[in-house]
């Protein structure tokens, strides 16, 4: 059975950094992971994606501040986070498919349970 699970999140000051970790249970990484998140109140959005072993993107407006990264042999996919602002807050959600990536969170079957980031001003 296939598990995903956040771990990383918390509460950091403005420009400070965060590096999440998605942990796959049962998974062989070999589709397309990715990382969306939801602030209050705002649509849930995709920050970005790792397609098989090396492929990344990330929302253009967060390019420079966030990068995708994966440990095969620890079966763990990271989001660092860097430079971050308080409308970085949100629940942050490791999600993850068998075939190519997707914009809608709705389209990924195996979905993480989510990681809280608040960042203060």
């Known amino acids: 059975q296939v598990r995903l699970f956040e771990r990383g999140g918390g509460s950091v000051q403005a420009g400070g950094s965060l590096r999440l970790s998605c942990v796959g249970s049962?998974?062989?990484?070999?589709?397309?992971f990715s990382w969306f998140r939801q602030a209050p109140g705002k649509e849930r959005e995709r920050v970005g994606t790792?397609?098989?072993?090396?492929?990344?993107t990330i929302a253009d407006s967060l390019k420079g501040r966030f990068t995708i990264s994966k440990d095969i042999p620890k079966n763990t996919l990271y989001l660092q986070m860097n430079d971050l602002k308080p409308e970085d807050s949100g629940i942050y959600y490791c999600?993850?498919?068998?075939?190519?990536?997707?914009?809608?969170?709705?389209?990924?079957?195996?979905r993480g349970q989510g990681t809280q980031v608040t960042v203060s001003a």
């Open positions: 999600v993850a498919r068998d075939d190519t990536c997707m914009s809608r969170f709705e389209l990924y079957a195996d």
């Open positions: 049962g998974y062989t990484f070999s589709g397309c």
């Open positions: 790792m397609l098989g072993t090396s492929k990344t």
